[in-house]
C-alpha cells in the first residue's frame, strides 16, 4: 500500500526548498520504484493569511492522518506584530504536541567537502559528527503556570514553569540511548542539576535507564560546559541528550560549527515513529523568492523521513549519496559557496541531487 506524505511548505524560502525536495522524491519514484503519495497543506504565515490561523484544523487533520510531514518553514517579519497566539511558531509548536512529536533528532555532520565553512579552525571540526536528542513536547515550553501577569502593587511578572514528569525523561532517555546504541555508544546528558531541582530529576532518571544499557557510556555535563565543550572541542561529543530548551539552543550552536546551517535536517518523532521532517534553519525571510536558498537541509531531512519513519534505510542511504555526488560535483548555493566552486541556484542544486540519484539506478 501506498504510504503518505503531508508536506507543509510554510512561509518565506520554505516553498523553494520543499518544491526541490519533492523533485527527489518524484526520482525516487520513477527510477527506484518507491510508492508514496503527498498532499499540500498550508502552515504557519501563509495559513494565518489564507484562514486567521497559522494550524487550520484541515493542516492538522491531515498531518495526523498521513504517515509523515515534510515541512519547509514558517515565520516571517510580516507575522511579527501579531498577537503570540497566532504567530506562525504556534503552528510548529502545535504540531509537535499535537503529533506527540516529542523525540528531536537534530544531526550536525561536516561534509568533507564544506570544511572551509566552518568559523572554527578545520582540525577541531573535521569529521565532526554528533547528533542532539532533544525533548520536544514538554519542559519550559509547555509547562504551565504560564504568562504575564499583573500583580496587586501594578507591577507585572513574567512567568514559565520548567517541568519534566519521570515519564517524559524516561522516553526520551530510551531514544537517545537506542540511537547511541546505532553509533558510537557514548551519551552525554545535559541539565543544570546544580541548581534546577526538575534537572537533578533529569540526571537521576537518565541514569536509571542508563542501566539498562551498558553497552553505552553515560555521562552528564551542566549545560553551560556543554556549551563551551561544543566550541572547544565538539568531537569529543557522540549523542547528547536534554531539555526541550537547552536543545534548542545547544543545536543552533552544533549547527554553526558545521558552518552551514543550510545542509542540516531534522526529525522530530513520536512513540511509534511517526514523524515530522524539516530543515533546522528558518524561513530565511531575507532571501526568500530569489531561488537562491539551500534546499538540501530539507532534501537531507526526506532522507531521515525514509530512514526513521519508512524504516527504508536503503533510499534513506542514497539520498544521503546523492546530496554527496552534487557536492562533489563542485556546485554551490550561496550559503556554501567558496573559491573554485560554482554558484548555483535553488533549483540547479536540486536538479544535481537528481541527477545524482539517476546516476545510481
Ligand atoms: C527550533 C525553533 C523553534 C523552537 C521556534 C521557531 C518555535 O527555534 O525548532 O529550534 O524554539 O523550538
Ligand atoms: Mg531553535
Known sequence: MSK??????????????????????????????????????????????????????????????????????????????????????RALLGLRSELGLFANLRPAVLYPQLADASTLKPEVVSGLDILIVRELTGGIYFGKPRGVRTLDDGERVGINTLIYSE??????????????????????????????????LWREVVTEVGRDYPAVELSHMYVDNAAMQ????????????????????????????????????????????????EPIHGSAPDIAGKGVANPLATILSLGMLFRYTFSDEDIAARIDKAV????DSGVRTADIWSEGTRKVSTAEMGDAVVAALRAQA
Open 4 to 89: 503518505k506524505i503531508a508536506v507543509l511548505p510554510g512561509d518565506g524560502i520554505g516553498p523553494e526548498i520543499v518544491r526541490e525536495a519533492l523533485k527527489v522524491l518524484d526520482c525516487l519514484r520513477q527510477e527506484f520504484g518507491v510508492a508514496v503519495e503527498t498532499e499540500e497543506a498550508l502552515v504557519g504565515g501563509a495559513a494565518y493569511d489564507a484562514t486567521g490561523t497559522p494550524l487550520p484544523p484541515e493542516t492538522l487533520e491531515l498531518a495526523k492522518a498521513a504517515d509523515a510531514v515534510l515541512l519547509g518553514a514558517v515565520g516571517g517579519p510580516r507575522w511579527e506584530p501579531l498577537d503570540y497566539s497566532v504567530r506562525p511558531e
Open 167 to 200: 515519564s517524559e525523561i524516561r522516553r526520551i532517555a530510551q531514544v537517545a540511548f537506542d540511537t547511541a546504541m546505532k553509533r558510537g555508544k557514548r551519551l552525554c546528558s545535559v541539565d543544570k542539576a546544580n541548581v534546577l531541582e526538575c534537572t537533578e
Open 230 to 277: 561544543l566550541v572547544r572541542a565538539p568531537k569529543q561529543f557522540d549523542v547528547m541528550v536534554t531539555t526541550n530548551m537547552f536543545g534548542d539552543i545547544l543545536s543552533d550552536c552544533a549547527a554553526m560549527l558545521t558552518g552551514s546551517i543550510g545542509m542540516l535536517p531534522s526529525a522530530s518523532l513520536d512513540e511509534k515513529g511517526k514523524g515530522m521532517y
Open 324 to 327: 554527496e555526488a552534487a557536492l
